[in-house]
């Protein structure tokens, strides 16, 4: 089942934003061109997944993309830059780096992901101040995002399995992986000092993420190599 309550938000220049507000967001009629922002989660077995995409609601526009690829070429830095021994803290700024010298710096609101199994939001998590090494095994959201109140915005969304040499994108784990959790706990199922270290992912990990079918999500955004079966409005 779901493991938190579906979120979308609507953006453009005619639909503010409006974060934190969907009694008042989610009646609006909407008309192209909008951005929607969808947040998605999954729970399989007791571990959970959490993935989110843009989509376009009519032809997206120049300025839509733009600010689409920008999103998606910050996640793919951060991906590069998740890898064994190297810190959490890193890992974000090297993502934002990307935003900040397109000028959109302001727009990135948030950390860059957090840790993910038991629950939905574990430690460590990607942002600045955690120095937290990354060690192989541990599982991440990896999720930039450009917010404008009153323009169009952009995020993406996927967990990451950290490797020796970079990462191993959860959604495409084999389903022959192995792994040795135990009793999930509340602490995070990827400290190492607890017994929910996930050194591969698992088997229900594998099975859950069969469930979450990018070629059935509305169409995207030009650009996302996720949801490449897509075809554009």
């Known amino acids: 089942g779901p493991s938190f309550t579906t979120n979308l938000y609507n953006t453009g220049p005619n639909h503010p934003l409006m974060m934190g507000r969907k009694l008042e967001s989610w009646p609006r009629p909407i008309h192209p061109p909008v951005s929607v922002l969808f947040d998605f989660g999954l729970s399989h077995e007791g571990l959970c997944y959490d993935y989110g995409r843009t989509v376009s609601f009519g032809a997206p526009s120049p300025e839509q993309l733009r600010v689409h690829a920008l999103v998606m070429e910050s996640q793919r ?29 302001s727009g990135f609101r948030h950390r860059l992901g957090h840790g993910i199994g038991w629950d939905v939001h574990e430690p460590p998590f990607l942002t600045r101040g955690d120095a937290t090494e990354m060690r192989e095994g541990m599982m991440f959201t990896v999720e930039p995002s450009i917010l404008h109140d009153t323009g169009f915005s952009a995020r993406t969304e996927d967990v990451v399995v950290v490797r020796p040499g970079g990462i191993r994108k959860a959604i495409a784990v084999s389903s022959t992986a192995t792994a040795t959790t135990t009793t999930p706990s509340r602490r995070s199922a990827f400290d190492p000092t607890t017994t929910g270290e996930i050194t591969a992912a698992s088997p229900r990990i594998s099975r859950m993420l069969a469930m979450l079918d990018p070629t059935t999500f509305p169409t995207a955004i030009p650009g996302d190599p996720a949801s490449a079966a897509s075809t554009p409005v």
């Open 77 to 105: 830095a951060g991906i590069a830059a998740l890898r064994a021994g190297n810190t959490c803290e890193a890992a974000d700024a090297t993502a934002r780096a990307i935003i900040e010298a397109a000028g959109e710096g």
